[in-house]
């Protein structure tokens, strides 16, 4: 496990809905979190990081449940 950040970003089924309503690719979020992992914010919200990036927001934990390797995104939307 690697504390720089996720190898592996999973989806939830809320964000597979709500990229799917706004009309984003799911690679394009993965390459934001990949990508953005080391600009990410605290985001006040459910979701404990968001990133920006390609004209895209993403939320997302963590680790996800102590797992370094993934995040996992709860939604995503354009911006």
């Known amino acids: 496990m690697s504390p720089l950040g996720p190898a592996i970003v999973a989806f939830t089924r809320h964000a597979e ?9 799911t690679s394009e979020a993965v390459e934001v979190v990949l990508t953005g992992h080391h600009r990410r914010r605290r985001n006040p919200g459910e979701a404990d990081w968001l990133v ?3 004209g895209i927001a993403v939320a997302y934990n963590w680790p996800d449940e102590g797992d370094e390797t993934t995040a ?6 354009r911006e």
């Not at 996992?72 to 939307?77: D, F, H, M, N, P």
């Open 52 to 54: 920006r990036g390609r």
């Open 72 to 77: 996992l995104v709860l939604s995503a939307w």
């Open 17 to 25: 809905r709500r990229v799917g309503e706004r009309g984003i690719a």
